[in-house]
């Protein structure tokens, strides 16, 4: 057992804390500073931390999504903003459902499939 093992272990008998919620805790930490210090803000890094040699792995996850043009993406943005406006004009929040028809791609947990070949010749949907 390292020390590091051994340090976490006994973090969790002093506050009663489950073995694994430390380690995804340590994790989470440890995805948070190597999106800061090497990676941006549109990165959905998680790490895999091996307490007994201290390593690690840390990944850019994301679902491959169908190509969406650029200008069909704008234009739904466009549309997003008209029905919020509409929704505030009448007093409401616009809620999720009214959104759903729109074409939508998050860049930060999404990569089309164009660039995700890019990456691996296998990559689909």
């Known amino acids: 057992m390292s020390e590091i093992t051994k340090a976490i272990q006994a973090l ?4 009663g804390l489950s073995y694994d919620a430390v380690m995804e805790t340590i994790e989470s930490a440890l995805a948070a500073a190597y999106r800061k210090d090497f990676g941006n803000k549109q990165q959905n890094i ?17 679902t491959v999504v ?5 200008e069909v993406l704008e234009k739904a943005q466009e549309e997003a ?5 509409k929704a505030r004009e009448e007093g409401r929040d616009l809620t999720p459902e009214e959104l759903e028809d729109l074409p939508k791609f998050n860049p930060k947990t ?8 890019e990456v691996s ?5």
Do not use: H
């Open 81 to 85: 903003n008209a029905r919020r406006e």
């Open 12 to 15: 969790c008998d002093e506050k």
């Open 46 to 62: 998680k790490v895999k931390f091996d307490p007994e040699t201290g390593g690690m792995q840390a990944w850019d996850v994301k």
């Open 110 to 117: 999404e990569m089309m499939l164009t660039a995700a070949k």
């Open 66 to 70: 169908e190509d969406i043009e650029e």
């Open 121 to 125: 010749k296998k990559a689909k949907v």
